[in-house]
């Protein structure tokens, strides 16, 4: 009798092979045609020109300002820039070498780290210098340009003669009375202080250099009273401090008209606008 066949459908991996993959437990995994493909290119749109160009302009300006403050500390520090030399100009009553020796301590200091008023300072205790003025000559000078102030007069202490300007400042001492075409002015040293001296000193600094350089002499009894000798004995008779420029120009043209005879031995200036010769 002939074994009927199985009317079901059949079985996959029934044989050997089948058999084989049915117990590996592996299922393949075909991939989608339409995924996309790993390590996929992005597109990159070039830099706008306007961002290039700040760029550009933003690192210049960073490089500008390195360079400049690179510069500026080699300034600033270089021993290149060190004083070396003062040069001293200007001055009569202080001597070079006692302002050269008073700012001793600034040599070897950057001329660009001078600190303001320092020169000023060191010469502070000068008393014929009134003003200083001071300017680098790179790389190693210090040009130091000095105002004096005006002598115009000088007192006697002892054997030797102090210069004096018109507060009554002590400004030189000299030996010798004939270097000095000033007045003296009589009391020393212990009248400069007092109200009269100071009206006598007003009175000299008025005056023009030319008149001044020949007067020998000048002294008041009062405020009123000033009174000044010529170096050819002549009197002046000044008065008070009031109206010093109209008794000046007075004097000055009395003084260039030509000498009579017997000649004049005083000039009252007292009131300028009624001069009186005697």
């Keep these: ?70 510069l500026l500390a080699y300034l600033i520090f270089s021993p290149a ?3 070396k030399h003062l040069r001293v100009e200007g001055n009569t009553l202080v001597s ?63 054997k030797q003669f102090i210069l004096i300007d018109s507060e009554g400042r002590q400004l030189k001492t000299v030996a010798d009375r004939a270097a000095v075409k000033l007045p003296l002015i009589d009391g020393g040293t212990e009248a400069v202080n007092s109200e009269v001296f100071r009206s006598i000193t007003a009175v000299l600094a008025d005056l023009p250099p030319d008149i001044l350089s020949r007067l020998n002499h000048a002294s008041a009894r009062s405020v009123d009273s000033v009174s000044l000798s010529l170096t050819g004995n002549q009197k002046i008779f000044w008065g008070s401090a009031e109206r010093n420029t109209a008794k000046a120009k007075v004097l000055s043209a009395l003084l260039k008209v030509p000498a009579s005879d017997p000649p004049v031995k005083e000039f009252d200036v007292s009131t300028p606008d009624r001069p009186v010769t005697r």
């Design 1 to 70: 009798m002939t074994p009927k066949k199985p009317t079901g459908p059949a079985v996959a991996g029934t044989g050997a092979a089948g058999g084989a993959r049915a117990n590996s437990g592996k299922v393949s995994v075909l991939p989608r045609e339409d995924a996309e493909p790993v390590g996929a290119t992005v597109l990159e749109f070039p830099e706008p020109p306007a961002r290039r160009r700040r760029r550009v302009l933003l690192w210049s300006l960073l490089a500008g300002v390195l360079v400049v403050g690179g």
């Design 81 to 83: 820039l060190a004083l």
């Design 96 to 158: 070079t070498e006692e302002v050269t020796a008073a700012l001793e301590p600034l040599k070897g200091t950057s001329l660009t780290r001078l600190p303001d008023g320092k020169v000023e300072g060191l010469l502070r205790d000068k008393a014929p210098i009134e003003e200083v003025r001071v300017a680098a000559e790179p790389p190693s000078t210090l040009v130091v340009t000095i105002r004096e102030r005006v002598p115009v007069a000088i007192v006697q202490k002892d």
